[in-house]
């Protein structure tokens, strides 16, 4: 876990060092994640997670490369208890290449890797546990509103959803 930290923190500072003119912050919504699909809560069974909200922070470090880390948050409610919850923390390195654009669109591909420390609690008990998390959406699309702000949306799996969308800011 230490070695995996200090490596995204060394790309990150490479990148930033690199291009910090051309950074971008990324706030997004996902819906149904790894988390709700895969046994990211240590057995038991619980509701179907709200979604996924992400932060996101990338910097192009190529002309047609990204990268950046993120951090996503979800949770979810046990179903044979009205006090008992899993929150799932979610930290990722990510990489994003584009592959098509123009003025006001561009196509990319996402890929993600990283830590899921999920939070169990009931009434008196609690404990954490760590999975591995991933997201892999080879469709995404990016329409620039103003030379600031964006929007964009993905198709793929993992931590951050399905299907996600969200608004991006270039710094």
């Known amino acids: 876990m230490k070695k995996f930290l200090l490596i ?10 690199a291009h910090a003119q051309k950074a971008q912050l990324q706030i ?3 819906g149904y994640t790894q988390m709700d699909a895969t046994d990211m809560h240590d057995g038991g069974s619980v509701n179907s997670a709200w979604g996924a909200l ?4 990338n910097f192009k470090v190529m002309p047609k490369t ?19 919850n899993a929150y799932y923390h979610v930290i990722m ?17 996402h890929l ?23 997201q892999a959406s080879p469709l995404g699309a990016e329409v620039n509103l103003t030379r600031v702000t964006s929007i964009f ?10 299907l996600q969308v969200g608004v991006r800011f270039n710094l």
């Open 28 to 30: 997004g919504y996902g």
């Open 112 to 134: 993600g890797i990283g830590v899921d420390i999920t939070h169990m609690a009931g009434d008196d008990w609690s404990k954490n546990k760590a999975y591995f998390a991933f």
């Open 93 to 109: 390195l990510n990489g994003r290449y584009d592959y098509w654009r123009n003025r006001v669109a561009t196509l990319y591909g």
């Open 153 to 162: 949306g993905e198709l793929g799996f993992g931590a951050q959803g399905l």
């Open 8 to 17: 995204m923190c060394a790309v990150l500072g490479m990148a930033f060092g």
């Open 54 to 57: 992400t932060t996101a922070v």
């Open 66 to 84: 990204y990268l950046g880390i993120s951090y996503t948050f979800s949770s979810a409610s046990y179903k044979h208890s009205d006090d008992a």
